[in-house]
Every structure is written in C-alpha cells, then in structure tokens.
C-alpha cells in the first residue's frame, strides 16, 4: 500500500504589521480545512500568532517576513522567517509579566516540538510542529 504524497509546502510574504498577524493565522485556517486537518485550528493558530508577533515585534524596518506550512501526516509543519538575528529565548514567565507567556505557551502546544533554525541570507528561522492529539 502506498502513503500518499504530501502537498506542496505553500510559503506567503507578509508585510512586519500586526495586521499580518490574523491574516497569516486566517490562511493557515483554509489550508487546514483544505488539509482536512480543522481540529488543529486553533491550536496551530495560536503557534502561529505567537512566532508571527514576535517577528512583527522584532521587525526591521523595510523588511517582510514569510510563513511556510508544509503538511505532515498528522499535522502541520509552520514556519517563520523574519530578518531579525535575535534569537526566541524561552523563559519561565514572571507572574505580573505583560508579556514572556507565548513561548511557553508554543512548547505546550506543540508538545515541545519547536526551535530555531539557520537560514541562508539575514534573520532567522523559527519552526513549530502541531500535529493531532492521538500522535
């Protein structure tokens, strides 16, 4: 028996705003309907608001970054690149802390399967695997 084949990795440029944000996590919504993945929604959506934000908050002026989401066989992979060197640190949040919660909320729910990776050219590479419960 064969395992079908993957599709395509489908990457998207976005302009470093905060309206990207929703509009990057509006496209992986289709793509995982089309997927036949919607109850990863909003989990991925979540992964992806997180890395999305910390790129549009690290944002170099003049620069886009772009998303890739690659389907695996039981998720999806998601992809960040932004044109920043710094690195995503994570770090256990102080309690009346306005801000530090989204990565650890990204290890929760990918189950700690996320990182950073080189990239060819300027910034870095964010990556984060959401995949069904039962995996």
Same mark, same amino acid.
């Given at each position: #028996?064969?395992?079908?084949? +993957? /599709?395509?990795?489908?990457?998207? +440029?976005?302009?470093?705003?905060? *309206?990207?944000? /929703?509009?990057?996590?509006? +496209? &992986?919504? @289709?793509?995982?309907?089309? =997927? @036949? ?14 890395? #999305? ?16 989401? *690659? ?11 932004? /044109?920043?060197? &710094? ?17 650890? #909320? ?7 399967? =996320? ?11 964010? =990556? ?6 039962? +995996?």
């Amino acid at each position: #028996m064969s395992t079908p084949t +993957a /599709p395509p990795p489908v990457e998207l +440029a976005w302009p470093l705003t905060a *309206r990207s944000v /929703p509009r990057a996590r509006h +496209a &992986l919504a @289709e793509l995982l309907a089309e =997927w @036949e993945l919607s109850s990863l929604t909003d989990r991925a959506g979540l992964v992806l608001s997180e890395l #999305m934000t910390n790129a549009v908050n690290a944002r170099v002026v003049g620069r886009e970054c772009r998303t890739v989401f *690659r389907r695996l066989p039981t998720g999806v992979h998601i992809e960040v690149h932004d /044109p920043s060197p &710094l690195l995503p640190v994570l770090r256990e949040p102080r309690l009346l802390a306005e801000s530090g919660r989204g990565l650890p #909320m990204v290890a929760l729910l990918t189950d700690g399967r =996320w990182g950073t990776t080189p990239r060819d050219g300027i910034g870095k590479l964010v =990556w984060a695997d959401v995949v069904e419960d039962d +995996a």
